[in-house]
């Protein structure tokens, strides 16, 4: 055992370390400002489907935070979505922009995702 | 496997003098490197103070704040960063020529030990692989003494704030070596480790059939290389978004499934059959 020490300490050092970073330190400092439409008057059901998509950007504005999507339900960051669609929000950050190209992938296919395009 | 582990430790310690000094190398430079980059900092905030700018925030504006994001893109913290990449990259051709060129050709020893040969092939990556692991880490402990080094030294109206997780978000070398999520993370290294499989590979080809053997081995590798770029030059020729990003994740995880299998067969092959002494 005595001849093993340093390989097991730096596998030990080696698994707290990183384990911690993404396991604790990332996923507390990962939050983000949590936004919600306020209903002052009105009818709340129109705007059941609005998405308002949106970047969040350091105090200094320089540094990219992620891509939150506020709706009539509250905030949604990428670390709330499925791995895959995390994946996706790199071409396409609207949630339910990605949930109609799941369904019709071969259309989607070689077309370009900027949705103003579409409409 | 207990074979295989006695030769893990047996590789690992053998280089562990070299891979301490390493680390402790990057631990000095990196932390002389706060010290100086925080003094020229403070000098020239004295400076501009002598020169009749009294005011904190106008300082600020004329040459910025300082923090981490700011440090991690000088050569004191890049320098030692890129010197343990280049010379991991080196100990992984090393640690198979050591064995042939060394006095006394101790490859002849190895291959004559008691055990499946493909053990001395998975030690060796092992070794190389843990290596890596133990200074990814090692950095990222790093990260936080700077960081609190940085808030100590600096007074707070010059000093910028960023955690742990913006610091690497915000340094383009550092966002390769931690990638956004643990997934990522795993999936990224499991593709070192073929890397680090198929340099093995090509490197026993060499071996085994020299002068040719190179050839096939530099071949091997790029036939590797196209076939990990594929999915990014169809999205080239298409002019478009052919693959979606998570497509991309997953055929590359196949791929390096089926590469590892095939790397692992080759070497298996010609570690019993064709390798010289």
């Known amino acids: ?119 | 496997m207990k074979n295989f582990i006695k030769l893990v430790r047996f590789e690992f310690n053998r280089v562990a003098p070299v891979y301490g000094v390493l680390a402790i190398l990057t631990l000095l430079i990196q932390i002389v490197g706060v010290f100086v980059t925080t003094n020229g900092y403070l000098n020239s905030v004295n400076e501009l103070k002598q020169m009749g700018t009294i005011d904190d925030s106008m300082i600020t504006s004329d040459i910025g704040t300082m923090g981490m994001m700011r440090y991690t893109s000088t050569l004191w913290f890049l320098g030692p960063i890129t010197f343990c990449a280049a010379a991991l990259l080196i100990y992984s051709l090393f640690i198979w020529y050591r064995d042939w060129f060394g006095k006394n050709t101790f490859v002849y020893r190895l291959l004559m030990l008691p055990t499946q040969r493909l053990n001395i092939l998975f030690s060796k990556v092992t070794t190389v692989f843990l290596m890596v692991i133990g200074l990814v880490a090692f950095q990222l402990i790093l990260l936080h003494i700077e960081s609190n080094l940085f808030q100590m030294l600096i007074p707070k109206a010059y000093f910028s704030y960023a955690n742990i997780n913006q610091i690497i978000r915000g340094s383009y070398y550092l966002s390769i070596f931690y990638p956004a999520s643990g997934i990522l993370f795993f999936s990224r290294y499991i593709q070192g480790l073929l890397g680090l499989l198929v340099v093995s590979t090509a490197i026993l080809l060499e071996r085994s059939y020299k002068i040719k053997g190179m050839v096939m081995g530099g071949c091997y590798a790029a036939l590797i290389l196209l076939l990990f770029a594929v999915p990014y030059l169809l999205q080239v020729f298409n002019s478009s978004y052919y693959l979606f990003s998570s497509e991309i994740f997953w055929i590359s995880i196949g791929l390096t499934v089926i590469i590892s299998i095939v790397s692992i067969l080759i070497s298996h092959h010609l570690l019993n059959k064709k390798v010289t002494v």
């Open chain 1, 1 to 119: 055992m005595k001849k093993y020490w340093k390989l097991i300490a730096l596998i030990i050092f080696s698994g707290i370390s990183i384990s911690t970073f993404y396991l604790v330190t990332a996923s507390a400092e990962n939050s983000y400002p949590q936004y919600t439409i306020e209903t002052r008057s009105g009818d709340k059901a129109v705007i059941k489907d609005l998405v308002l998509s949106a970047s969040s950007y350091n105090e200094y504005g320089d540094y990219y935070w992620d891509t939150i999507q506020i709706d009539a339900e509250g905030t949604i960051g990428s670390k709330d979505v499925p791995f895959a669609e995390q994946l996706d929000m790199a071409y396409q950050n609207d949630l339910s922009v990605q949930k109609i190209y799941r369904e019709h992938r071969g259309f989607f296919r070689s077309k370009n995702w900027d949705m103003a395009q579409f409409y």
